[in-house]
């Protein structure tokens, strides 16, 4: 721990320190909430041939088969995950180092983690439907593929670029300490 943070956690109030140290738990927890929840919002959009014969896959080589087989598994299929909690963390970390008097910063954070999955889950569902209601009848027995999974990725990419774009105006929204 750098002596800045010992500086930080030094300098707060009782009270302050509290709320701070249990809007950190807090946080931790959202951010495997996360995690958890990137990690299977990526099997779900990047993975559409997951549970599919490999006889009715892409042939090998070609664009779709990459993809779903790098997101298959590690270590595509953390990678969404990974990217996302780092951001994050990063925006915590730089909120956190640039006015120590804020001591509701990671309860802050935690919300807008929370809020991020109950939208994306929200919205997914529309997602998930749109391309049903756009393909013609009749369809393959077996209908996966990209076609069906792209509004799903677009939904999640607009909101993790919100969530991002939230979470950094929070650390950098407050005053700095006097520096």
């Known amino acids: 721990m750098s002596t800045r943070m010992i500086d930080a956690v030094g ?14 738990v807090l ?12 990690l299977l919002v990526t099997e779900a959009q990047f993975v559409p ?15 779709q088969r990459t993809v779903n087989d790098f997101f298959e598994g590690p270590p595509g299929s953390f990678l969404p995950s990974v990217a996302v ?10 909120g956190t180092l640039r006015n120590r008097s804020r001591p509701l910063l990671p309860g802050a954070f935690a919300l807008t983690n929370v809020a991020f999955v109950l939208a994306d889950v929200l919205l997914l569902d ?39 774009l939230v979470q950094a105006r929070m650390a950098i929204g407050g005053k700095r300490d006097g520096r």
């Open 11 to 24: 300098e707060r109030k009782p009270t302050q320190r509290a709320v701070f140290i249990s809007g950190t």
């Open 27 to 38: 946080l931790v927890g959202t951010w495997f909430l996360l995690s958890v929840f990137i």
């Open 49 to 63: 041939w997951d549970c599919v014969h490999v006889s009715l896959r892409p042939p090998l080589g070609t664009w």
């Open 85 to 94: 909690i780092v951001v994050s963390l990063t925006a915590f970390l730089v």
């Open 126 to 164: 529309v997602a998930y439907r749109l391309p049903i209601l756009r393909l013609p009848e009749p369809r393959l027995p077996i209908d996966v593929g990209y076609h069906r999974t792209w509004p799903a990725v677009l939904i999640t990419a607009v909101l993790a670029l919100v969530l991002f």
